[in-house]
């Protein structure tokens, strides 16, 4: 019957050598070779600590340059100071000739309106660096996001309609030129 005793010691064919799972030997932990720590996590190479400084400084200098560029003060940008030594002739291709004396419109508009009072609102965006487009004569897209610059940049409504506010800024930035 020994045959069948899976607990007897060294007897039999069904006991095997290196499986022995009752013995105390496999229940203690293996030595661990020399030099290494007792931890068994790992720590970060310094080679990943340097790479992660360098990606940190790397992203603190440019929420630093973005806030210096920006202005980062919180005031709302007011329309571009030109003067006389420092106006640059903007790209147009229609011929004007005189911009400096490009009068302000006098009706309300809005986009999709045509004629020449537009033409003068276009001059006005040329002149102060809110557009760079043709002056056709057509309040279109490009009419439209230049008047919303203006306006923002005037501390107006930006709704892209040329209004009595819209105006009076209008005029206001020509006669402080």
Known sequence: MADDDWFA???GATAAPDD?????EAAAPKALPRGEPP?????????????GGVVLALAVAGVVA??????GDGKKASPPA?????TTRP???TTTPR???????TTTLKPGDTGPQVKRLQRFLV???YSHDKVDGVYGPSTLAAVKRFQAASHLTADGIVGPATLKALKQALGSR
């Open 66 to 71: 973005a806030f210096a560029l920006t202005g």
């Open 99 to 105: 911009a400096a004396s490009a009068p302000a419109p």
């Open 91 to 93: 790209r147009t291709t």
């Open 20 to 24: 022995d799972w009752t013995s105390d």
């Open 9 to 11: 010691q060294g007897g």
């Open 39 to 51: 931890e068994t996590r790992r720590r970060p190479s310094r080679r990943a600590l340097v790479i």
């Open 127 to 129: 002149l102060f660096g």
């Open 82 to 86: 030109t003067t006389a030594a420092t």
